[in-house]
């Protein structure tokens, strides 16, 4: 026959020594600062007492008759379980809220929900040695449950379902190790309060709830997977974890992004090259401002602080101190090492409604020409709006956001030519983007080469219908960037692309728009090379801006060269930009290269175009960039008028 009271002994004994290994494991780690560790070591303290009292119940129950003094101290023990234990479930409904960033207790109605069945339940424990409500010792000294117990049970219940309601709303902002972990503490927790209410002699309640928070030890409580390097300061990942947590449960929240101008400085002066060493420097400071746990290290020169329900003068009045502090050197070893900043505040989710959002605030660069040392409101359009346009950019071929639009090119005698295939952009947020704004934006976000492949698939299509050749076209610009130009097998992915739709490759006139360093012109001058030879031809666009140059046309096979609209303009403002004009067209004549005229749009500027014998011209005076069914109209229509 099973001894129920030695089983329940040797349960209560591994329970208590696995809290207390966990207690001391804690203090060892010395990571006890937040209201969650705190909370948590609560909770370890009450399973331990929980544990005392079942030793000393398991080992008094034998001579209760026996003993008046081993019969008090069973008594004790189990008014002493009872009232701490009742605290468990709300104190571990607080844990959990805490670790998912859930406020509580704001307000008087959630004040009651909360509050009210802990403080009853309390009583009802606390004045059970005179009414006996809860339990009860009978004349032969034997323990019997009593009706009111099941009040305690269920207002354990009421705070587990609250704890899980919690959990469930914070799943999108967990990560998968805490979900898991969760789920398996739930699930201990339910199973040991089932097993003990339906069989009272197996005393198994308290072990697995100290087994479950074992593992909440060793992942949510251990948060080396939180941390930034060798430092006691939070990494990316957490900012963005607890971010989402804020957002998700609606939190009022302010962030202040320090960003370091000059991180190199620190290696130069101080000979280090270790990634920790500059923020531990600034974290060392901030940490003086605000607890440890509100301070993340975004990258080696970006930290964050966050500031939860924070008035807007405090959040300013930290931020000068902040950046004040910048204006005096930092000290590593014996060195003196000065440091530059801006610091930026933003409020979520007022500024920012997404972590996406978030780090694109945090991550992008600071706007040319800024003098501001803190950057708040208006002063952080600039980066809202781009971080704004990156989100748009990230799901424009989702959305079907792009567009290819077609600006006719002209022959000298006024018929048609080609066309420049233009990329447009209509985002259901943002409304129409331009290329100045979105093409930057997509090249650091490494999604140019699919936009350059977008473009060029659409303009092979076209090409395909025979629409621009049965209008008199001889062929349509496509736009390449010399980052795009160097990457391997270029030449191979480019043609295979225009090989798919079995289009003319003479049909297809490269741009190269972007300048070029004189190291790089072997190297393009090869790629542009193995395009003609394949049929494509190539344009230098924009030419006289600054980005293109006499030594790049010299060193690279361009069958046309495009002069920017700049050139243009000047020529009719005064006689110094007519002789610009004259020369240009004279040089590149003399180079034996075909010239196209940008930004053409009155008749006068044709009239001396003709007189200085370019070839194309293309400009708002024939059309503007417009889509392709209205260019097809536009086109055909104008071959309808010459037929």
């Known amino acids: 026959m099973i001894n129920y009271s030695d089983v329940s002994l040797g349960i209560s004994l591994a329970c208590m020594l696995i809290c207390i290994t966990n207690i001391v494991y804690i203090m060892i780690h010395g990571r006890t600062d937040k209201v969650q560790n705190k909370l948590f070591i609560v909770i370890l303290g009450i399973l331990t007492i929980n544990a005392i009292c079942g030793l000393t119940t398991a080992i008094t129950q034998h001579y209760l008759m026996e003993s008046d003094q081993l019969y008090a101290l069973n008594q004790n023990s189990r008014y002493i379980y009872f009232l701490t234990h009742t605290a468990l479930c709300p104190v571990f409904f607080y844990y959990i809220a805490s670790v998912n960033g859930v406020l509580t207790g704001k307000g008087i109605v959630r004040k009651l929900l909360y509050y009210v069945p802990f403080i009853l339940t309390e009583v009802l424990v606390f004045t059970n040695p005179w009414t006996n409500l809860v339990w009860y010792y009978d004349g032969n000294r034997i323990y019997h449950r009593n009706t009111l117990e099941m009040t305690i049970y269920a207002a354990a219940l009421y705070y587990y379902i609250w704890a899980l309601i919690i959990v469930i709303f914070s799943w999108g902002a967990m990560t ?284 092979c299509r076209f090409i395909s219908s025979g629409t621009p050749a049965a209008s008199g076209m001889d062929c349509i610009n496509v736009n390449l960037s010399v980052i795009q130009c160097m990457k391997p097998d270029f030449v191979e992915h480019i043609t295979g692309i225009v090989e798919k739709y079995r289009v003319d490759k003479h049909f297809i006139n490269f741009e190269i728009t972007e300048s070029v360093a004189a190291s790089d012109y072997k190297f393009l001058g090869r790629v542009i090379q193995s395009l003609k030879k394949n049929g494509f031809m190539f344009s230098m666009d924009d030419y006289g801006t600054g980005y293109s140059n006499v ?93």
């Open 176 to 459: 998968k190790r805490r979900r898991m972990v969760l789920i398996f503490l739930f699930f201990l927790v339910a199973s040991g309060v089932l097993i003990q209410l339906l069989f009272k002699n197996i005393k198994v309640e308290v072990l697995s709830e100290a087994v479950g928070f074992t593992g909440v030890l060793m992942t949510i409580e251990n948060e080396d997977d939180r941390l930034y390097g060798n430092t006691n300061y939070y990494n990316r990942g957490a900012l963005g974890t607890d971010l989402k947590a804020g957002l998700i449960h609606n939190r009022v929240m302010t962030i202040l992004v320090i960003k370091v101008l000059n991180p190199g400085v620190v290696a130069q002066m101080t000979g280090s090259e270790d990634a920790n060493t500059l923020p531990s420097m600034v974290a060392g400071y901030l940490v003086t401002l605000v607890p440890r746990y509100h301070i993340y290290v975004a990258n080696k020169e970006t930290m964050v602080v966050t500031l939860y329900d924070t008035p807007e003068d405090k959040t300013r009045e930290m931020a000068e101190t902040i950046s004040q502090r910048f204006e005096q050197v930092f000290h590593y070893a014996d060195r003196q090492v000065p440091l530059s900043t801006v610091v930026l505040i933003a409020d979520l989710p007022e500024q920012i409604s997404s972590v996406t959002d978030a780090f694109h605030m945090i991550d992008n660069p600071i706007p040319e020409g800024n003098e501001k040392k803190i950057l708040q409101g208006e002063d952080l359009d600039y980066l809202i709006r781009r971080s704004a346009v990156e989100s748009a950019v990230s799901r424009g071929f989702q959305e079907g956001s792009f567009e290819v639009y077609y600006q006719p090119t002209y022959h000298i005698d006024q018929s048609l030519h080609g066309a420049e295939a233009l990329l447009r952009m209509h985002d259901k947020e943002l409304g129409n983007l331009y290329p100045d704004e979105f093409i930057p934006v997509a090249e650091q976000i490494g999604m140019i080469d699919s936009i350059d492949d977008f473009v060029l698939e659409e303009v």
């Open 551 to 643: 030594a790049a046309i010299l060193s690279l096979d361009f069958d046309v060269v495009k002069i920017d609209k700049s050139i243009l303009w000047g020529a009719e403002t005064s006689e110094l930009g007519l002789i610009i004009l004259e020369n240009t067209i004279h040089m590149v004549r003399q180079m034996k290269k075909q010239i196209l005229v940008e930004g053409v749009e009155t008749l006068a500027q044709i009239e001396l175009l003709t007189k200085l014998g370019v070839d194309y011209l293309q400009g708002f005076y024939y059309s503007k960039p417009i889509p392709k069914q209205e260019f097809i109209a536009k086109i055909q229509g104008e071959a309808g008028r010459t037929s």
